[in-house]
Each structure stands twice: as structure tokens, then as C-alpha cells.
């Protein structure tokens, strides 16, 4: 036991009986000999208080207190000493700096002073190994740090050590002591204006795992500056307050230079002392320059990294990822990155590793790989490697659904790299992105059935139409506005009338009004000759003005702008009155990397919408594509164009973008073959149910394309080729509004494979589409007149009033007048005013007539009663049986011709049983219209046609259809008959308004 009663804390009571010795008797003969002179002596003593006294945190507190540091510290400043025994002191302090209570003795007592000066004067690797060590661990107390910066050169110099040292154990001291020092922003700063990045990197060359990993750890910790500061994140100043715990606050100017008087009042530091008790003066982004810079200048260091990141030893190469993860978010990096080999790496890294989803270094891959994609070097580079290819595989794969919106924004980086646009394309990147647009507005790929088609309105335009290359160079030199009234959710611009007539070419609107303001006549307008540079723009509902370049696409911009001599344009045609000329769709790729770097390196939409962000990263690709000289191969194809018909009218919010889409593409002529050979105009009457003013501009703008010479002979063409006849017949009654003589022999042609499709095709979806499409070509003529009941019917006057009576087959008797009956019909006249037998009779047997119809119809016809519900019910005990009831009625007066009585019931039944009815059943409305043509009821036939393709459901009208072709072929061919007469007739009268 010690004298003083104390025990030392390393040793337990069976030590201190076994060795007989008291520990503290040891320690106290072992301090007395450090003053001794002889080198021996001290080199026994300080190895005895090496090993046995400091082998924790509570041993150096206990040692401290029997006051070995200042024995040390006169050992340190004794020039006189072996380097034995100095290397021994620094090791023995070294061990005493890892307790914090003792690092705050050991800086009052000057040895930062006195160790960095041993540091910088001794030239022995140990001793320099073992003051770097001490000066390291001292450097975990902020106010020692703060000391070894201060000290002049001391930084500088072991940054020297570093790079001359070629023991691996001092490059691990000295790396580690760097990083321990770089422990805020200020020292950070001094750390790296000693230029010590490309030496750290060069260690990667080293043979040592361990040497290695110390540069890995000391790297990972400078380049965690690009992650921001976790304790002091934004740039705030730091205001002591009476306890000395420092407060971050945001502060004012005034605030900031309070805080700077009282800190000067309560702490007098010199200039460089003061800046570094306040650490967040100096900003991130100085930090960050200072790194970068540096980084920037060591390609070769960055290749010893990447070949680091590749090597067989899972610990390394986690470290080196980890790092150059984090350099890719640097955009100045990128550039020194790729030419290091980063991206050949990276694309290899994600091909050969089984990534996993659920791994956080299969997310940094790929997430380094969308952000290297923002430069045109890496995207070279990507490109080269087959990057683009693995990119849109991962985008097929459902795993990887949380990284498809990054690998989409990705894509958006090569709209204005042709070559690896033009590999995109032939790899089929509109058809693989549309699953993605349909996901992320929840729609599932299943194609949608429109239940009804409404109404086309009637479009007035020039019958002087223009030809096929009028309407390119009117395309080309003249810029149109594509969002001015084209948003589908302005309601002011939709609402309007368009009433007023106007010419095919206007140069305000290419078939709108002009217009007018909030509240003026006006219909959407298609997309024109914009140029591409324009197709990243703002999200719908940012401001734009006049003369923004982004203009073109905000919701609100005006054409009256869009056409302003003083507009500064970036359209093909920046005055109207300048001639056409073409823009490289690279026209100037700094002007384009300025405008979209922000937009590229900052979400344009907030985070918690990602499903947002993706459908407007999609559309930004579709644009680009579709200002293309065309783009036709890419996007005029069904699962493209149904994939946006469906996100416009069935998406819950849908982005306008889309819509500039379809117009700019149906307003193309270079687009029309190809939009007719899709079906795409039967497409969007069906798919648009309920955008009618957007589907109405769209069908009239490929209807001004048809008007042409060029839009004629095209679709003439396409309806004689075997190939495309089927679509092009089925498009072609949605679109044909021009000269009814002229368009009469293609209508001709197209409802001839139309009722082929009817009548004789056994393909269940052809038999739809064909039966739409009449449905879509009835709708813009027929008109149901049935709604209303002929009230008055003709009344004659008797001069003779001699009854005749009928005896029917049950024994029933009914009396009418004679002459009323016989001016009525033809056949009564006949056969009571003949030559025939009938004539001289008072009673006249009618076989197969039914008494209940007979006498109302007899009713109808001499007392001119018309049918009533009330009359009709007290015959029938449900709707079947009154229906039967009409048509009997019906049969009986085309029996005996009674014509007007005929289109009486006719108009009945069509009003309470089709048009007026709640519900009409598929077998009860084929029941009618076989009566209809079997009776020659040519009203009630025309009245089926008119609600059966007009009005009814689409389900409904296509189970009759197909009903059709299993009635027979006499049946069948009567149906068929009629139908084209009824059409034939429909097509002469005006078209609907």
C-alpha cells in the first residue's frame, strides 16, 4: 500500500500481496529517477511507468496527480536527452493524452508548444511517429486543436512528413492526426490549405491494407464536408452566452455584430485565435471549393481510388465506394471522375454485382450513376459503355420501383445529346417509359373502354385547303403558343363558344379564333414549331412572362405575346414576318446546360409527390422526341399513344405537357399516315369521353390534314392497301368534315369494310371498333326525331254513315265507319269499295287478327284516339307484354296500310320503349327492330339506327351487333341493308352543332 494511503487503480489486492511491493513506492522511486541524469536510469523508469502504470484512462488521471507531467515535460525540453528516451517520454505522453482530464493539465502546461516544436526539429522517424501520436490525441480538446493550428508551419510540416515518410506506421500516425484535426469548419479549411489531398490519395498505392484504410478513414472524413456539417448544417454565427455553451441561431446583421462585441468584451483573442473560437464564420461552400479544388488536380489519385474501390478486400473497397459516392455529387468532380475510369467502373460494378433493392450500396450505385448522367463527358462515357441499355433494363424491373424516378430523371440529361438520344430510341424508350406514366398516375395497362361517345360539334374552316407542303412551311415559320387556352383545366378557356368562322392558317392560332383574353371565343390549340431547347420548362402554374424563354409552356402565356415583334423568341420564327429557318436541336449547348443545370441539380417538384416528379421527367423525354424531324418511328405507335390518351383523360390531376404532346403530334401532316394506320383519331373519340372541347381540336386538327390533297390521297391509299384499310376505315368517320361530294367515294369505301367487319368478321375486337366507328360517323349527322308523339292525327268526316262490322277469329265484333276506313286504306278501299264480295256485306270475317290490337287500332284510325300508357296497360300486365301489344298494333296497320297510324305507333314505341325507356335490353331492342323491318316500319328502323348509335351504351349497341351476325342471312343481309340506307341518309343532312 502507498504511504498516503492510496492504492493505484490498475492494481488489485492479490497483486500487491504477491509482489510484496507497494505499487506507490514503485511509481514514487520511478519519478525520482527521471531527474536523474543517467540515460539508463531514465530509459528503466520511463518503461516501468509505460508498462505498468498507464494501461487505462484511470491510471493516466492517478499518475497525473503524483505529478509525472512536469518530470516529463523538463524531459522534452532537455536537448540533452537520448532519442531513446525522448521517444519513450512521448510515447508515455502520448498514452496520457487519451484521458480527457488530463489532456486539459497537459495544455496548461504548454505541450502542444512543447511537442509540436520536438515534432518539427527531429528529424527520427520513431520520435516523429511518437510526437505526432501525442499532438493527435491532445487534438480531441477543442482548445488544443485550436493551439496546433495557431502553431506556424506545424501543419504544413507533417503534411511534408507524410509525403516524404515511407514507414507505414508513421503515414498511419500522421494521416490520422490530419483528420483528427480537421474537426470543424475553420481547422477543416487549414487542413486542406496545406494541400494534403493528392499525398492522402497517393497512399493508395501503398502494399498495406492498414496504411490504406487510414487514408480511406481520413479521406471519408475531409470529403464529408459535401454532406454538410452535421452540428453547425447551415451557416449561423455563434453567440456565447454566461455559461460559455455556444447557441446556434439565425441571425441579422445587427444581431451578428452585437454577438461580435460581446464575445470581443468576454474573450480578448488576437485575429486568428477569434476565428478560430468561431468555426461557422467560415461557410460550407468554402470548404467545399478549397477540397474540390484540390480533388480536381489529382486525376491520378482519383484512378488510385477507383482501383482501390475494385480491390478483392470488402473493407476497402466499402471505404473507397463510400468516397466516390460521395464525390459524384460534386458536378465539378464528375467531369475528373470519368476520365479517372470512374464510370467504365461503375457500369461494370452494377453488371457483375447481384445487386439487391434492399442494399444501401446498390442505391449508391445506381444514384451515382443517375447524377453522372448530368455531364456531357460521363454521358459519353455511359453511353460508350452500355450504360443507357442497363439503365432501362432496371427500369422493366419491378424491384428496383423505388430508383425508377431517379433513373428517369437520368434519361432527362440526354434530351440534347443526339447520340444518346438516338440510342434511346432504338431501344425503345417510349414504349418501355409509358408503364411508368400509367403507374405512377395509378392506371393500370389495361386498356380502358369508353362507355359513349358524345357528339362532335361542327367545325367551319376553308374548303381551299392547303397542301401537304403549304402546311409545313406554314409550320415552319410561324411559332404558335401550346399552352394558351390548350390547358384542359382552365375553365375560362374551355367554356368558351367557338362560334366565329376562320381561316385553316390564321397566324394567331393555326385553328382557333384569335384571341381575346379571359372570356373571348376560343378552342385549344395545338403545339407549333417551338423550338426544343424549350421542352424543360417550369411545372404547370409557374409564372412566366413575355419574355421568358420558358414562356412557351406556362399555362398562362398569351399568343398575342407569343407573336410580338419585341418577344425574345427561341422559336424557329422569332419575328413573324422572318422566313423560315431551321434549328439544330443542339443549337448551343452552354446556353442549354445554363438554363437546365438548375432544373437538373434541384427536383422541380417537391419530394413527398415522386409519382409527379416521374410523369414530368417522362413528359420532358416525350416533348424532345416529338420535336424531332420525326417522330413518327418513336411515338406514333398504339401503346404510346393510348398510354397518354389514357393518362390525359383518366389521370386525376394530369400534367398539361401531355396534351402539347398529342396536339403537337395530329397537327404534324408528317405524323398523319402514321397516326391513321394506329387507329389513333378512333382512339381519342373513345378515349376522350370526357375532354370534349381537347378531343373535338385534336380530331379537327387531323381533319384539316384530310382536307388536303395530300390528307385525301393519303388516306384513299391507305383504305386500297390490305394492311392499313381496317384502321383507316375505322378512323375515317371521325375525321372526314370537308367536301361531302368529294369525301362521298371514301366514305363509300370505308363503310364497305366497316360492314364487312360487322357482318362477317368472327374477331370479337374488330366487331367493336367497327361498330364504334359507325357509331362515331352516325353521331355527327343523325337526329332523333321520335322523341315526340304525332298528337293530331287526321280527322275525316263521314258523308255516309254506314258501319261496317268485322267479325274476328274469337267471335268478336267491331264496328267502324265504312268511309272513314275505306279514305284510310288502300286496302279496305278495295275491299269495301271494290269489285269483291266484301263490298256488298254488312259483316266481313278478318281471319288471324287479334281483337285487343285490331280494335284500338280501328280507334286510332276512325276516331282518330291516339295511344295512351293508360290505353296500352289495360291490355298488358308488364312491359313485355305492352311491348308486344304496340308491335301487333304495328303489324296490323302494315297490314292494311294505314301509314299514318303506322308512324303514330312507330313514334310510340320508339319513345316508350328505346329512347324514353329507363333501360333497354338487348333482346328487347333487337325484338323491335327485327318487327321494324320485317313489318317495312321504316320510321321505327330509323328511330333503332338513331339510338342505337347515338345514344346507346357502348356495351349495349355492341352485343346487338353482334347479335346481328347470328339472326340468319337473310336476316342478316335485310339488317345490313337498311343500315347502309340509313347511313346514306344520315350523311345527306347537315352536320350536327
Known sequence: MASDGSKHPSASHADVVQKKKSPDLSLSKCLHNLQSSNSATLHIALTQIRCKYIKDNAACSWVVTKGILPKLFSLVSNPKVTSKVLDLTLSILGNLATASEVRSKMISSDAVELIGAVLMQSSDPSIQNRACRSLANLA??????????????????????????????????????????????????????????????????????????????????????????????????????????????????????????????????????????????????????????????????????????QRDNPALRKLARTILFTLTKQTALRTQLSNAGFIPFLIQSIKENRLQPTETDSMRLLNSLAVCSQEASCRAKIRQHGGLDLILTLLDQEAWQKMHCRLICALVCYIYDSEGLETLLGLKLCQRLMPHLLASADLSQEETVVTNIPRNT????????????????????????????????????????????????????????????????GSPSPARSISPALCISPLPGASSSPASPFSDFSPGASPVHMHSPSYNSFSPSAMPDSPARSLSPLRDEAWVRQTTRKKFNVDPLPNKVPHRRTQHNILVLLSRISYLPDPTPHLICPQVMRSLLRYIAHSRRPLSRATRIIQRLVSFPICFEALIATATPFAIATMLGGEEKLRESLLTDLSITMATAYGSGTMEHMLLTA??????????????????DRDRPLLTTALDILFDLVFRSDHPQSLRTATEALAGLASCYAKHDMTQIPQDLTQLQAEDPTEIEFLLDDGSHVKVEREILSQKSEVFRAMLMGNYTESTQSTVRLPQVLTAPFKELMNLTCKSSPLTDSIIERYSRNAESARDFCLEMLALSNRYILTEEQQHIAAYVSQRFISGASSVSVSGFSSILLFALTHNSHSLVSACFTWLFTAAETEIRVDVVQGWQSTGQCCSDEIEKSLREFLNTVMQAPRLT
Not at 506506421?169 to 490520422?176: D, G, H, I, M, Y
Open 723 to 740: 394492311e392499313t384499310k381496317t384502321n383507316a376505315a375505322i378512323s375515317l368517320p371521325f375525321i372526314c368534315r370537308g367536301d361531302r
Open 140 to 309: 480531441h480538446d477543442p482548445q488544443a486543436s485550436c493551439a496546433i493550428h495557431l502553431k506556424t508551419g506545424l501543419l504544413k510540416h507533417i503534411v511534408s512528413l507524410l509525403k516524404e515518410t515511407e514507414s507505414k506506421e508513421n503515414a498511419q500516425t500522421l494521416v490520422r492526426s490530419l483528420r483528427v484535426l480537421a474537426n470543424n469548419r475553420v481547422h477543416l479549411l487549414g487542413v486542406l490549405q496545406t494541400s494534403c489531398v493528392n499525398v492522402i490519395l497517393n497512399m493508395m498505392s501503398s502494399t498495406s491494407a492498414s496504411t490504406i484504410t487510414s487514408a480511406l478513414n481520413c479521406l471519408t472524413h475531409l470529403t464529408s464536408i459535401y454532406n454538410g456539417d452535421r452540428q453547425l448544417h447551415k451557416d449561423c454565427d455563434t453567440r456565447h452566452d454566461s455559461s460559455g455553451q455556444a447557441e446556434i441561431k439565425e441571425m441579422t446583421e445587427d444581431d451578428k455584430r452585437e454577438a461580435t462585441q460581446e464575445i470581443e468584451k468576454k474573450e480578448p483573442l488576437d485575429e486568428a485565435a477569434d476565428a478560430l473560437a468561431k468555426p461557422n464564420k467560415i461557410s460550407l461552400s468554402r470548404c467545399c471549393d478549397e477540397l474540390t479544388r484540390q480533388l480536381v488536380y489529382c486525376e491520378a489519385g482519383l484512378q488510385l481510388l477507383i482501383e482501390t474501390a
Open 458 to 521: 361542327d367545325y367551319k374552316y376553308s374548303l381551299d385547303s392547303p397542301t401537304y407542303q403549304e402546311i409545313s412551311s406554314q409550320q415552319e415559320s410561324v411559332s404558335y403558343d401550346s399552352d394558351a387556352p390548350t390547358n384542359i383545366w382552365d375553365s375560362a378557356a374551355l367554356e368558351s363558344d367557338s362560334s366565329r368562322a376562320y381561316s385553316p392558317m390564321s397566324a394567331v392560332s393555326y385553328h382557333s379564333p384569335e384571341w381575346g383574353g379571359a372570356g373571348s371565343s
